[in-house]
């Protein structure tokens, strides 16, 4: 039977991190590892009316077929939403995608022949490193900055990636609260990202699920609001801002873009779910979207704010431990002394009862074995302190125990 498999089948291997994941979700265990949004914030209240209204009163719409590109009224107040951030996309520039993550798995589609190269950062978030890998492109990591990628890096990365034989096509940013990092990017970086972009003839595909869930900090334009030249494709999800499990998200970006991931949507599922687009539309019609972002970034402010106040507090003061201090997002990084393996390390974190993901994964490279992510969002605010507590306890036992000649 396994000779029947295709050979990027065989040579795709289970996330470590999946496994990892579900030693985490062991009972007692405070996890700060899942990137998942507090369920107590999806309005739950309003999206079951608005469900039970649309199958019992509008069946032959909710339950039926839909076109590939997605619900014109969806697509039409999608429109205003990304407006309000200075994009303007008419409505055969939006297609409706289940989610951001199948609209990953087109791009990989739509742009990559086996080699083809992609530029993406160091660390870069793990669902595009899968879904770009199981079309065998190859994926090249550029260093991450504080203020976004590196981009001489990026231009030498791209020279040697053509040298080797590898047509560079395309390059993955997550700008705003970047999954796993919390860095945002930038106003410069973005606009050199486009010039090189521009030089070397390659398509941006700029992530952006955490984009409204700014709490400090100032504005700064999306990469695609500053493209004059249409090679900047985003990619939008309802995950963050409404509900994760509603599985909806969009792509806007330049038509001809857009009319070839139809294309391949329509052979991946013909089209996204016509109740969950038409729930996401009336909930964007007749609520304010806007006043539950609002929401959100008030009660994800406060406990970004105590996961920053704990880990000054708990922390061991040794040097070769930092961490970002995220103005949005869901998550933030540790950088622990290059001596430390993290994924070690997490084995006496469980026995501690407290969870992370290793940050090894998330580098397309092999490195960044001494980092972590901790994400803030699901855990209250009395895990939080207790959590890394515990997790200032497991890091200084682990520089303990460090051979005295790697001891910071
Ligand atoms: C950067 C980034 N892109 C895409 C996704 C996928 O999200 P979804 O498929 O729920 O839209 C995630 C999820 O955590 C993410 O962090």
């Given at each position: ?180 990092t ?24 700029e ?8 709490y ?49 949507k ?28 609002r ?16 880990l ?14 995220p ?15 993290a ?7 469980l ?13 397309v ?26 997790l ?17």
């Amino acid at each position: 039977m396994d000779s029947l498999f295709a050979q990027r089948v065989k040579r795709a291997r289970r996330s470590v991190l999946r496994e990892l994941l579900k030693l985490s979700e062991r009972p007692g265990i405070i996890s700060f590892a899942g990137g998942l949004p507090d369920p107590e914030t999806f309005p739950r209240q309003i999206l079951a009316e608005i469900a039970v209204d649309e199958i019992l009163n509008n069946y032959k719409k909710s339950l039926q077929y839909t076109t590939t590109e997605g619900k014109r009224p969806l697509r039409a107040a999608l429109i205003d939403w990304l407006a309000q951030d200075g994009l303007h996309y008419d409505m055969d520039q939006v297609v409706i995608t289940t989610a951001s993550q199948q609209g990953l798995d087109l791009v990989a589609k739509t742009f990559f022949d086996p080699g083809d190269a992609v530029f993406m950062s160091l660390p870069t978030y793990l669902g595009a490193i899968q879904a770009f890998r199981a079309l065998e492109a190859e994926l090249v990591g550029v260093p991450l900055l504080e203020d976004g990628m590196d981009l001489d890096a990026l231009e030498e990365a791209i020279s040697r990636a053509r040298a080797a034989g590898h047509r560079p096509k395309l390059v993955y940013v997550v700008p705003d609260f970047q999954n796993p990092t919390g860095i945002t990017w930038s106003h410069k970086k973005r606009e050199g990202l486009l010039e090189i972009a521009a030089r070397e003839d390659l398509v941006v595909v700029e992530d952006m699920p955490y984009r409204k869930l700014r709490y400090t900090g100032e504005h700064r334009p999306p990469v695609a609001a500053l493209d004059e030249e249409g090679r900047v494709l985003v990619l939008f999800t309802f995950s963050k801002v409404l509900a994760a499990g509603l599985r909806l998200g969009a792509m806007a970006g330049p038509r001809e873009l857009i009319d070839k991931i139809v294309t391949m949507k329509q052979a991946t599922d013909l089209c996204t779910s016509s109740l969950t687009q038409r729930i996401a539309a009336r909930f964007m019609l007749e609520h304010d979207l806007s006043a539950h972002v609002r929401r959100l970034c008030s009660h994800y402010r406060v406990k970004r704010d105590a996961m920053l106040q704990a880990l000054e507090q708990y922390m061991p003061k040794a040097e070769g431990i930092s961490w970002t201090r995220p103005e949005g997002g869901l998550f933030l990084w540790v950088r622990l002394p290059e001596a430390v393996d993290a994924e070690q390390m997490l084995r006496r974190a469980l026995e501690h009862r407290v969870a992370f993901v290793i940050g090894a994964p998330f580098f397309v490279d092999g490195s960044g074995r001494n980092t972590m992510r901790l994400c803030f969002s699901k855990a209250s605010l009395e895990e939080i302190e207790e959590g890394i507590r515990r997790l200032g306890r497991v890091v200084e036992e682990e520089l303990a125990g460090l051979p005295t000649t790697q001891k910071l």
